[in-house]
């Protein structure tokens, strides 16, 4: 699958906004930070991937943590805690 | 179902049940003896199990897995569900370690719970136990109706109990149900939904065509085969690595590799697989057990040469886009694409991967978990679970009625080859269907025919068996009879002449002679001569004959000089009367085996008759493996009775004279004369003949057949049917022996017993003769495994040299067999498939393949589906094209003679019924027509061109004689669209001719225009030929419409059942009734009933209403009783109409006659209706829309008496087009009997009602369920169907009510 690039630079929400696209064949400024992205199709194996690649940047980010609530703003919320945590 | 409802404590909140639920518990109420919604899963433990924290671990699961305490009643709305503490599944032990086996125990205990079918409305839905095996051993069995739980529901029960078993503290708890009931309905009343509804709709019109892998109608078993397997690691990391060079997902890849093999499966060029969704993604659910999983139906097509990556890419995104539109119900979606009730599927085969499966991991003991059952399986569904890298399952859940239990361990061997194989493949059509197992079965393991036979020839054989004993008789005819040795001394004699005139090696002679002795003779002397003999029939037209002697070129002919005119004149002859008596004693030729022994000429498909040379090598193969075969001895008697010119004479001819038997030759035109040809058998102690299919029908169908004892009987030439096999061994006592082979190879290449003890269907072929071998071949010459229709090739000894003159022709059909290099293999132009146990079945040619909408139709699968029913004898279904582009399936059927009582219209009419109980509805036959005889060739084979056109039943019965007659008839034909010039006969039946309800209105109008009366709906549904709408019409009481007659016939059943009668609902008409009424009257199953319609005497003008519903309801029971003077009087009424069968139901009580049956169909006491504010005449007349089949809520603008008639005039209803006096009665029934009903105080009924709810309606009046009818019945039963009030007598509707009815009457 398309894998997003592995990169160690830190996240932004405009990274993740594209890699979400690309992976539902997408153009990034379609999607909404508020659509829920289950509605956009993502599968939890897509998602799983791109949260592997994600944790490259050196996050320790859990599928449970971000399945719940599937929006950009919520993923982003949550990585952004995960940042200034770490 | 006649609960005790349980009821919540008051405290507990409520729920109505989410949407996937009620797909679930509609389809539990149609089948509530089906156990298969039990899911459950059991964990075989290995080890020290700490059994304390076990069950603490286990007992606070299911505390927060609530889902599994649910309790369900029928409730106010529909049905609802609240968590009983009462029904939470704590676990229970069982020791079971003293028992003798205790796993077998355990096992048989899980069995039976597994088998035991729920009460949803009555019993617990969840259920654990932990069984104790032996000192380290132990399995926890965990079982939920599919209501509670799902699949991914079932793993987070397992997973919660291993992480609390762990004493893991790191984990949430499992989540509440209420936040999935929220949910739930927040997407129910949501916009989401209906974009959702609509995308859907749009993707699925028109519906495509579903292709199955099996045959069969798919219906949820009882039971299922489950079967499982690891795929290995190589395969595995393969396909991951595919995977990620095509960008895709490997769940995607499988999903996409999958379907590509399910559609190659079943043959198709397009069909819709289903895909699991789990829904669980983004939600609250994703911690909570619940029944939340959808299925997505996803439309897979491909052509062989399209790219493999592209079919994947492509199927990949269509699955994103069905994901996206995931949550909308795919029972809704059923219903939206009007898939209820009727034959036609949303999709076929299920494929489900799970990349998030586990291996159970319970702390310090071993764990295996057993998936024992996941829910209904209508099909069959492929499933893969591991994650991939480390773990990768394949498991198949099949519906037992459509696969056995060897094709599913075939699908598990074959699709890993098949996913192998794609690792390889450019395009679709690269990768091979058959695993390399199968390859290797299925072109040399079926076919290891090897068998010594002597490199001799016939004449060889022939003169070995005359040498025998020569005082045996040889041949007898008639009063005549010849000894070997006569017949060695005639033989001689004249292959001396023929000599004489230059017979020799591959030279042809034609033999032209009726059945008699002097055939024999010629024949074998030709033989003994060193030539081939060309059989010529003299029956065929002169034409033919002169093109066949002139493209065979033979050298002379034998025939007798009366025919001798019939040949060509430049034909050398030599009559009978010429030919020399004694032989002259010279020697004969040393004939080789690979000299030309006859030459057939059979019709090839440009009509260009095809001479096939079949050599002495072969014809010896063939005769020596049926001689030792079937141990045909020398004192046997054998029947010769097919014309020379079919090459089954062949072995008629010679087995005998081979093995020295008596060959006895029937009287020229006796083949064609079944009691001719019983006497023969019977007095000449026949003990082996053939019989082409269509001849033993027409032979068994004589009553001196009956009871005749032989020792074979053999069939070709036709299919032979499995019902004809059956009757035979009913009817007489032989083996029974079906032989299959085409002219171009020696006969006979493929062999079947079917026997007393055979019940195969379709009788197969069956398996090659010695020295031969069968192909089932795809278009690239590739194996097919069994199941898989293909073409059929031969190869082997048998093999024709070729077509005579004919190189072409010969390079073209015997091609180079790509599998056994230096070998040839014909291509029969057959197609057929291989079963399982190495034997083949034949399908049809290949040329006349049937398909229709794009898919392939087994005709023998719909003759078996005809057969089936009692009333028919023989059946033959073919597809025929009278018009141009106009494809039609039309099943020939020669009823049984004793006969169901059926008239022919009711034949017809029981036969659809019945066949589309049983195949798909593409495979319903469009006609049926009734045949006593059936036509056949000179050969004795089913004459296929002479079968009549179905256009049988336009002209059915005598043509139309009076003027009303004639004028109908003309009138059948404009409404119908029949084609120019087509009258229909005086039978005809205008619903045979594809009238439907709408076209009657049109007929009805028409009538109106030409005679101003109107004989009505009701006599058009009871009497619908030409003949008899004509009467009516003539008839000098229709002046005014009897469809609006107080009591019209809308069905006509078995009349020694107790007839249904149902009660209009508030309009006074009770055409509404007609689905149900057709489907009581030719039910599947069961005895038909006649359905009578009670309407309100009101519609006429002039004729006011009685005072009081009572009173109605006494003069209904008067007109019920004169047609039925003694009960039980079954009852049924729909609406207003169900308030009457009540009250009729009552007065027939008070009168001492007993009512049966009496159904309420979303009927609601008067009670419910008086406190409410009286209707205004306008609001009356709204619920006019709703008699005529529209949901009057959809409908706000409709304010005024015009605008509702308005409405309805420019609608299709009948309602609207019914003439102007008869609406306006309508409209005065609708406002009259809204009053009465109003004043009506009901009487207790001391019977039971049957109440069946509209479960779609009533959301805005929950006042409105069964309970408000118990204060006026002794017992209540109830049903509710997933309709609107308004549709309860539509198709759909009746299609659910009617088998209902059907148990209940």
């Known amino acids: 699958m398309s894998t997003p690039s592995a990169t160690s630079a830190p996240l932004t929400l405009d990274r993740i906004r594209s890699e979400i696209a690309g992976i539902i064949h997408e153009s990034p400024e379609d999607i909404g930070l508020d659509d829920s992205l289950v509605d956009w199709g993502l599968d939890s194996l897509r998602l799983l991937n791109l949260i592997t690649a994600w944790n490259q940047t050196g996050l320790q980010l859990d599928m449970s943590e971000l399945a719940g609530q599937l929006t950009l703003n919520a993923i982003w919320k949550v990585i952004r805690q995960r940042q200034a945590g770490a | ?1305």
């Not at chain 2, 995931?326 to 009730?341: F, M, N, V």
């Not at chain 2, 028919?872 to 018009?883: C, G, K, N, P, S």
């Not at chain 2, 084609?979 to 009538?1007: M, N, Q, W």
Request: charged content about 20%; some cysteine; aromatic content about 6%.
């Open chain 2, 1 to 1305: 179902m006649n609960e005790r409802a349980a009821h919540p404590p008051a405290l507990a909140p409520v729920w109505p049940l989410t949407e996937a639920q009620s797909g679930l518990w509609y389809a539990q109420q149609l089948a509530p003896d089906n156990p298969s919604f039990n899911t459950a899963h059991a964990l075989w433990i290995e080890g020290e199990l700490d059994v304390d924290t076990f069950r603490a671990a286990a007992d606070q699961t299911v505390r927060e897995a609530q889902s599994l305490s649910l309790a369900l009643r029928h409730g106010e709305k529909g049905p609802e569900q609240w968590l009983d503490a009462a029904r939470t599944p704590w676990l229970e032990f069982v020791d079971l370690s003293a028992q003798d086996d205790p796993r077998a125990a355990a096992r048989a205990a899980m069995r039976q719970d597994m088998d035991t079918p729920l009460n949803p409305l009555r019993d617990a839905l969840a259920l654990q136990r932990l069984y104790r095996l032996g000192a380290r051993q132990y399995v926890w069995y965990q079982r939920a109706h599919h209501l509670a739980n799902d699949g991914y529901g079932m793993a987070l029960w397992t997973t919660r109990v291993c992480e609390l078993y762990a004493g893991g503290t790191q984990h949430a708890p499992l989540g509440a149900l209420q936040a999935v009931v929220d949910e739930d309905l927040a997407y129910r009343e949501g916009d989401k939904r209906a974009k959702d509804a609509a995308h859907w709709r749009e993707a699925f019109t028109p519906m495509p065509e579903v292709a199955g892998m099996a045959p069969g109608r798919a219906v949820s078993a009882h039971t299922c085969h489950r079967r499982e397997i690891a795929l290995d690691a190589d395969l595995r990391a393969r396909l991951l690595a595919f995977a990620e060079r095509l960008g895709q997902t490997w769940p995607d890849l499988l999903t996409a590799l999958t379907a590509l093999y399910c559609l190659r499966m079943a043959g198709a060029a397009q069909t819709v697989l289903g895909i699991p969704y789990m829904g669980r993604l983004g939600s609250t659910s994703a911690r909570a057990t619940a029944t939340v999983m959808n299925v997505l139906p996803l439309r897979v097509a491909a052509t062989p040469d399209t790219a493999l990556d592209e079919f994947i890419r492509e199927l990949s995104v269509t699955q994103l886009r069905a994901r996206r539109h995931g949550r909308y119900r795919s029972e809704q979606l059923r219903r939206d694409l009007g898939l209820l009730g009727g034959q036609r599927r949303l999709h076929g085969a299920l494929i489900n991967v799970q990349p998030f499966y586990r291996p159970v991991d319970l702390k310090g003991v071993r764990a295996e978990l057993e998936i024992l059952g996941t829910g209904p399986i209508d099909d069959i569904t492929i499933g893969f679970r591991g994650d991939g890298t480390q773990l990768l399952d394949l498991e198949i859940e099949a519906n037992p009625d459509l696969y056995s239990a060897a094709s599913v361990d075939a699908h598990l061997a074959r699709l890993p080859a098949f996913l192998e194989a794609a690792l390889e493949a450019r395009t679709v059509g690269d990768i091979p269907l058959a695993s390399p197992v199968e390859a290797q079965r299925y072109l040399f393991e079926v076919n290891a025919t090897e068998h010594p036979v002597p490199d001799t020839t016939l004449t060889a054989l022939i003169e070995a068996g005359m040498a025998r004993d020569t005082q045996a008789t040889a041949l007898e005819f008639e009063d005549s009879a010849l000894s070997y040795a006569e017949l060695e001394q005639r033989t001689r004699a004249l292959a001396e002449a023929l000599r004489a005139q230059g017979v020799g090696a591959d030279t042809l002679v034609a033999v032209a002679l009726p059945r008699s002795l002097e055939l024999l003779i010629a024949l074998v002397a030709v033989l003994r001569a060193g030539g081939a003999y060309l059989p010529l029939d003299l029956a065929h037209p002169p034409e033919r004959l002169n093109r066949v002697v002139g493209l065979a070129k033979p050298l002379l002919a034998l025939v007798r000089p009366d025919d001798a005119g019939k040949l060509p004149a430049s034909l050398p002859t030599l009559f009978p009367r010429d030919w020399p008596a004694q032989a002259a004693g010279r020697t004969l030729p040393t004939v080789q085996p690979q000299h030309a022994a006859y030459v057939i000429y059979t019709s090839g498909s440009t009509g260009e008759p095809k001479g096939v040379l079949i050599e002495h090598r072969a014809i010896v193969n063939r005769l020596e493996w049926m001689r030792q075969f079937y141990g045909f001895q020398p004192d046997e008697r054998i029947l010769q009775k097919t014309p020379a010119t079919f090459d089954v004479s062949v072995w008629e001819f010679f087995l005998p004279l081979t093995t020295g038997c008596t060959l006895v030759i029937a009287p020229p035109e006796a083949h064609r004369d079944p009691a001719w040809l019983a006497s023969i058998l019977r007095e000449q102690r026949i003990g082996t003949c053939h019989f082409v299919p269509s001849m033993l029908s027409a032979f068994l169908a004589d009553p001196a057949a009956r009871g005749i004892q032989m020792q074979r009987i053999f069939c070709s030439g036709e299919e032979l049917p499995a019902s004809l096999r059956d009757r035979l061994h009913a009817t007489l006592s032989s083996e029974l022996h079906n032989l299959y082979g085409p002219t171009e190879a020696a006969v006979d290449v493929s062999y079947w017993e079917a026997g007393k003890d055979d019940h195969a269907v379709p009788i197969p072929i069956g398996y090659p003769v010695w020295n031969t071998w069968l192909y089932v071949l795809d278009e690239r010459m590739r194996p097919l495994p069994a199941g898989v229709v293909g073409d059929l090739y031969l190869g082997g000894v048998q093999l024709a040299r070729g077509y005579l003159g004919r190189d072409d022709l010969t390079a073209e059909r015997f091609i180079a067999d790509p599998h056994r290099p230096g070998q040839r293999i014909y291509k029969t132009g057959d197609i057929a498939r291989w079963r399982e146990d190495g034997a083949v079945v034949f399908l049809g040619r290949s040329d006349h393949q049937v398909k229709l909408r794009g898919l392939r139709i087994e005709l023998g699968e719909i003759e078996a589906a005809v057969v089936s029913s009692p009333a028919v004898l023989r059946a033959e279904v073919l597809v025929r094209e009278d018009r141009a582009g106009d494809k039609r399936l039309v099943a020939y059927v020669q009823p049984a003679p004793q006969g169901d009582g059926f008239d022919e219209e009711q034949l017809r009419a029981h036969l659809r019924t019945h066949v589309a109980a049983r195949v798909p509805d593409y495979m319903v036959p469009a006609a049926f027509v009734e045949l006593a005889d059936w036509p056949v060739t000179a050969n004795g084979k089913l004459d296929r061109n002479a079968l009549p056109a179905p256009a049988i039943t336009i002209d059915a019965g005598r043509p139309a004689q009076t003027d009303t007659e004639r004028a109908l008839a003309q009138i059948y034909a404009d409404v119908l669209g029949l084609p120019g010039g087509t009258l229909p006969g005086a039978e005809a039946d205008f619903f045979d001719l594809g009238g439907d309800s709408l076209a009657a209105v049109d007929l009805l109008l028409r009538i109106q225009e030409r005679w101003q009366r109107n004989p009505g709906l009701g006599s058009l549904f009871a009497t619908p030929t030409v003949e008899a709408l004509a009467a009516a019409i003539d008839a000098e009481e229709v002046r005014f419409d009897s469809g609006l007659a107080p009591l019209i016939q809308l069905a006509a059943g078995d009349p020694a059942q107790a007839p249904l009668f149902v009660i209009h609902p508030a309009g006074g008409i009770a055409w509404g009734y007609r689905h149900l009424a057709r489907l009581l009257a030719r039910p599947a199953p069961g005895p038909s009933r006649s359905v009578f319609g009670l309407q309100s005497p009101a519609l006429a003008p002039d004729h006011p209403l009685p005072h009081s519903i009572d009173a109605l309801a006494e003069e209904y029971v008067r007109r019920v009783l004169e047609v039925q003077p003694r009960g039980p009087i079954h009852l049924l009424g729909w609406s207003v109409g169900g308030i009457l069968a009540q009250a009729m139901a009552v007065a027939l009580n008070a009168q001492g006659h007993q009512a049966g049956l009496v159904a309420l169909l979303d009927a609601y006491p008067a009670d419910v209706w008086r406190d409410e504010p009286e209707p205004t005449p306008i609001q009356a007349l709204r619920a006019l829309l709703a008699v005529a089949g529209y949901d009057p809520e959809g409908h706000p603008e409709l304010t005024t008496r015009e605008a509702v008639i308005g409405f309805l005039r420019q609608g299709d209803s009948a309602l609207g087009n019914l003439p102007e006096a008869a609406l306006e009665g309508v409209v005065r029934v609708v406002t009259d009997t809204n009053r009465l009903i109003r004043q009506h105080r009901h009487q207790p009924y001391a019977g039971t009602l049957l109440h069946v709810r509209a479960a779609l309606d009533h959301a805005a009046k929950p006042q409105l369920r069964a309970e408000t009818w118990l204060p006026y019945a002794a017992r209540l039963d109830t049903l509710e169907i997933p309709m609107l009030h308004a549709h309860m007598t539509s198709p759909e509707a009746s299609a659910l009510i009617a088998p209902a009815l059907l148990v209940r009457l």
